[in-house]
């Protein structure tokens, strides 16, 4: 049975896709059988796996319009089996009307829960139905987040939303921490560590111990079309 991980971040730039993608990529690497689903029109994700970008295939949005099933919308790219979204995602909110949208994926992804050990959702930076969706379907939140003070209120505002989330669509939902992306060495990166760690706790969360720094490694795989593995 999968274990169904987003990560999620309303706020821009914080590394999801880099850690989503690279993620898929270290299951792949111990043998387990992951999936990525790319719930974000920038398409970021499904354009690090196969920058081709004209799709004639199912895309996520069809499986959330219902107009496919989900395993056909299901491709294979440099080992990783993904599911694609594309740039027509953006305005989805508005097709979404009838009474349970926020079940969507998770209805379809139960189809798909005994065929991988871990499916991991890239979401895009907005509390938008699509995030809605994303948390509704998953075990586990993956926080990532940089160390400034804007990204500190936005922690603040997805807890609440996690929170909401928990209240009508997922009990179960759990936040599996919080890591730090794009750290560097200055004082005020460390002080806002430190606060990051005490939020952490109020939201009844960690933060990782092994924070990511800023690595040009990681700009050049993503030029490469490498993970950074
Ligand atoms: N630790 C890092 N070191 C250097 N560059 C990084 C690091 N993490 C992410 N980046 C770069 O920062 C940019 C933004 O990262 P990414 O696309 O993963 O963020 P995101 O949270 O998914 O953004 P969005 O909110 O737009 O979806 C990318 O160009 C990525 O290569
Ligand atoms: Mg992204």
């Known amino acids: 049975m999968a274990k169904v991980l987003s990560v999620s971040n309303q706020k821009g730039g914080v590394g999801k896709t880099t850690i989503a993608y690279n993620l898929a990529f270290g299951f792949a690497r111990q043998k387990a059988k992951a999936l990525l689903i790319d719930l974000d029109s920038q398409c970021s994700a499904s354009m690090?796996?196969?920058?081709?970008?004209?799709?004639?295939?199912?895309?996520?949005?069809?499986?959330?319009?219902?107009?496919?099933d989900i395993n056909k919308a299901v491709q294979r790219s440099k080992g990783i089996d993904f599911i694609p979204a594309s740039k027509s995602l953006a305005s989805i909110d508005g097709l979404l009307t009838q009474v349970g949208k926020?079940?969507?994926?998770?209805r379809n992804i139960d189809d798909l829960m005994t065929n991988y050990d871990y499916i991991i959702i890239d979401t895009p930076p907005a509390l938008s139905i699509l995030t809605i969706n994303a948390l509704t379907a998953s075990n586990y939140v993956l926080i990532p987040t940089t160390a400034d003070s804007v990204a500190l209120y936005g922690i603040g505002?997805?807890?609440?939303?996690?929170?909401?989330?928990?209240?009508?669509?997922?009990?179960?939902?759990?936040?599996?921490?919080?890591?730090?992306?794009?750290?560097?060495?200055?004082?005020?990166?460390?002080?806002?560590?430190?606060?990051?760690?005490?939020?952490?706790?109020?939201?009844?969360?960690?933060?990782f111990k092994t924070p990511l720094r800023e690595y040009i490694a990681i700009r050049e795989a993503q030029f490469h079309g490498r993970d950074i593995l």
């Open 48 to 68: 690090l796996l196969d920058n081709n970008a004209k799709r004639t295939t199912p895309t996520i949005n069809d499986v959330l319009l219902k107009q496919t």
């Open 102 to 106: 926020e079940y969507r994926l998770k």
């Open 157 to 207: 505002q997805l807890a609440e939303n996690i929170e909401a989330i928990k209240e009508f669509t997922n009990p179960d939902l759990k936040i599996a921490g919080i890591v730090i992306n794009r750290l560097n060495n200055t004082l005020l990166n460390k002080d806002l560590s430190n606060t990051l760690k005490l939020m952490a706790e109020k939201i009844g969360t960690r933060v």
